[in-house]
Every structure is written in C-alpha cells, then in structure tokens.
C-alpha cells in the first residue's frame, strides 16, 4: 500500500494526492504537524525535512532538488498513467517552473492570511516564526493589505492557461498530463481557505478545474 505524507493544503501535496486519485489505487494519507518534521526526517533515513514524502513498501520517494519531480514519475512510472509524454519532454518543464514561482507564489500568500483556519492554535507561533524569517516581520498582515492587488495578479498570470484551455479539454491535449496536476496543486493551495474562487473571467479554467476534481485515468 503507498502512503503519502503530507500537510492538507500544501500545493506540492495537492498534486500527488490528485494523481494518486486519477490512478485509481488505494493508497493512505499522514498528515503531519507543520512544525513536526520528525516522521519525514525517520522514513527519509535524515536526508529530507519537506512534505510531501511517498512510501511504497520498503521504498521511500522523495524530491532530489526544487524541480526534480522525483514522486510524480515514480506513480507515473508504477501506474502507466502517461504524465510525462516524450512528446511533452521540455515544455511541461518549463511551465511547470511558471506554475511552481508565479502562481504557488501569489497563490500561497492569499491562502496563508487565513492561517489561523487550518493551523492549529499550538502550532500558530513557530507557523508564523518560519514565515517571518523567511518573508520578514509582518508579512502575513502585508499580504492581507496586499489581498486585492495579488487577487488581480493572480488572474493576470493564469491568462495563458485560461487560453490554452478554451481550445482543449486538459492543458496540453486530451488528457491530463503532468502540468494538470501540478496547476490544479497550486490552485488547491490558493482555494484551500474557502475564502476565494476562480476568477470570473476564466470560464475553460473553472471548467477544467471541475473535470480535474475528478477525472480517473481510463485503463488501457
Ligand atoms: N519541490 C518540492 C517542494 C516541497 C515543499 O516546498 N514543501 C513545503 C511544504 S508546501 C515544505 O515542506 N517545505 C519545507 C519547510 O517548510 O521547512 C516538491 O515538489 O515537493
């Protein structure tokens, strides 16, 4: 049986928790304390702190560098799921980087100004200490000064997508591929507080956003 380790409204987590639903295989969820690295620290033999983390019997999958998408390949791989097409080789590399910055980056920030809705009250302070010292003091109530302004941004930057998909159903063909999951991830973040929808004006990207809640692969 695979296990995912995870926080519920990472982006990174959202993806492979998708992909696993699309393959349509039973698997298990663990979902960690944000400040409680100490099972992803043991099962990785102390070589990785983030989430997500998949485990596969005896194996243990982690991600090697920022943009390695070690976990995606290897439930691609296991599953015959087609998410990296030779086809696709390059292209899904290069926009997935767009995903990763410039939408995971606004997309975050929206969702973290709620965070008092998904962290726990013991786990508020070292939550909001590890922003700080990554984003500097105060960034959470800049962000919610910033809200309307990073709502506009946002929609600015999902534009292409919106025109990739008003002339397909999935992002690159008929099917979903790898950038799907990994652009419904970081959407999952930004919409995770409840507090948000898709802008108004991306009409195909609500309606593929409704088909990649729950689309499962078709088996050959
Ligand atoms: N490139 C990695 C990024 C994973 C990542 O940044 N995970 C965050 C949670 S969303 C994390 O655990 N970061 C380390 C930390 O918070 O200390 C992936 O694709 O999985």
Redesign the pocket.
Known sequence: MITLVQ?P?????I??RRILEYANVPFKVINIP?ND?SL?WRWTKQRY????ILRDGKTVV??T?????V??KYVDAKFTLELFPPQWAGLQHLIWRHM?SEIEGLG?KLNDIHYEEMVPKSDRLLFLR?KERKFGRGCIDLWRQQQPALLTELAARLSPYEQMLSQRPYLLDQQPRFLDFDLFGMLG?FLYSGHYALPKAHVHLQAWHHRMQKVRRTRP
């Not at 409204?9 to 987590?13: A, E, G, R």
């Not at 702190?49 to 997500?52: I, K, L, M, N």
């Not at 560098?65 to 998408?69: F, K, L, M, R, Y």
């Open positions: 926080f409204w990472s982006p990174f987590c993806i492979q944000v690295r992803v702190y983030a989430v997500p982690f991600e560098d920022e943009d390695s998408q976990i995606a990763e975050f590890h973040n």
